[in-house]
């Protein structure tokens, strides 16, 4: 099992342009969830989605889209970047929202 | 406001030297609280979970702790491959239940 896997691994945006993060777990989870990691700030939550066909509003969800396309995928949307949107991106997954997350390797994106 | 609070920010052992990192934590209505270890360039990777004040759990050199206030990771004559970052977060009985995590704590140990 790949448990969760995320793409692309690197990417560098110039302001003003838009991206898709992509997610996808093979775990048969019902939670997903995106965190952005900067340098002192720790894990912060920007959307999730308890199931399938929910998404709801974390800590940071500014600037960001998300979509539930199933129960595997979870994707995140940056319609236009900007610089303060350059950090690591995780994408993680659990069985509910009770048990353990498992995160996928990340996303650094540059924003200049 | 909820909030969680690692201490120390970073700690550097020799081999061999035990020591323990704090995780404190003002929240209400706690469901869980997990520890996770990160690597530089990788996501991070689960460790354990506590429920309850009083319990316990191992893995190899690490021993995680709970009280209703605080918990503990203790590192039992660490090795240099036990260098990491190590993170907790706590899921609450209300709200979103998703993890909010603390920033972690920076560990190296030297050979």
């Known amino acids: 099992n790949a448990g969760v896997t995320q793409t692309p691994k690197f990417q560098v945006l110039k302001t003003g342009q838009s991206m898709t993060l992509q997610c996808a777990q093979d775990?048969?989870?019902?939670?997903m969830y995106w965190y952005r990691q900067d340098p002192g700030m720790g894990l912060r939550l920007i959307y999730y989605?308890?199931?399938?066909?929910?998404?709801d509003k974390g800590e940071v969800p500014n600037g960001y889209n998300v979509s539930r396309l199933n129960k595997r995928e979870f994707s995140l949307r940056l319609e236009s970047a900007a610089p303060s949107q350059t950090s690591v991106y995780f994408c993680?997954?659990?069985?509910?929202?009770?048990?353990?997350?498992?995160f996928g390797q990340g996303t650094r994106l540059t924003v200049v | 406001e909820d909030q969680v609070t690692q201490s120390p920010e970073a700690l550097r052992l020799q081999e061999g030297e035990s020591s323990s990192l704090n995780c404190s934590y003002t929240?209400?209505?706690?469901?869980?609280l997990f520890w996770y270890r990160q690597d530089p360039g990788k996501g991070p990777e689960f460790l354990f979970t506590?429920?309850?004040a009083g319990e316990e759990k191992e893995k190899e050199r690490l021993k995680a702790t709970l009280t209703k206030k605080e918990s503990f990771l203790h590192i039992t004559a660490p090795k240099p491959e036990d260098s990491a970052t190590y993170l907790c977060?706590?899921?609450?009985?209300?709200?979103?239940?998703?993890?909010?995590f603390g920033s972690g704590t920076r560990l190296q140990v030297q050979p």
């Open positions: 993680a997954s659990s069985e509910d929202r009770a048990t353990e997350a498992f």
């Open positions: 775990m048969n989870h019902n939670s």
């Open positions: 989605s308890a199931s399938e066909g929910t998404t």
């Open positions: 929240v209400s209505g706690l469901r869980g």
């Open positions: 506590l429920y309850s």
């Open positions: 977060a706590v899921r609450l009985d209300t709200g979103r239940r998703a993890l909010t």
